[in-house]
């Protein structure tokens, strides 16, 4: 039939924060910065569907590279780790948590992997803050997903 994933789940980055090594993040200080790091928070969480399973286990494509998610999944936030050395993150960023793989971002059968379901439970969570856009279908032929 020529289907592809079609949907993305995306937020933009709220914050941007040095963390100093042996500090922690997020609740219970699940995670230790284990060096100097910077790190980003993105303003969903729980509440907006995101499982609380995936923490420390999501990875979010953030200006073309996946970071990890580090610490807890919040209510209403997560913590991803930019990494040491030069910032290329800034505030107001788009975060895509998951989408179609096309621009090497996790998609929603990456989560259900990870959380152990199928990938129509991924897609069906969003929900709360999550606004939802629909745009015009178009032909996909040139873009298809390998």
């Not at 970071?67 to 999944?73: H, Q």
């Not at 939802?132 to 873009?143: D, H, K, P």
Request: with cysteine; hydrophobic share 40%.
């Amino acid at each position: 039939m020529g289907l592809v994933p079609a949907m993305t789940v995306k937020c933009a980055v709220a914050l941007i924060k040095s963390v100093p090594a042996g500090e922690g993040v997020s609740y219970g200080h699940t995670w230790i910065a284990p060096h100097d790091t910077t790190v980003a928070l993105l303003p969903i969480g729980y509440a907006d569907g995101v499982f609380r399973s995936l923490g420390g286990r999501l990875e979010v494509l953030i200006n073309g590279r996946r970071r990890p998610g580090v610490g807890r999944i919040c209510m209403d936030q997560f913590v991803v780790d930019l990494g040491p050395g030069p910032v290329d993150v800034a505030e107001g960023d788009e975060a895509i948590l998951f989408g179609p793989g096309a621009r090497g971002e996790p998609t929603a059968q990456d989560w259900a992997d990870l959380v152990g379901t199928i990938h129509y439970e991924v897609v069906t969570s969003p929900r709360g803050r999550i606004s939802r856009t629909y745009l015009e279908a178009e032909t996909v032929e040139s873009q298809r997903i390998p």
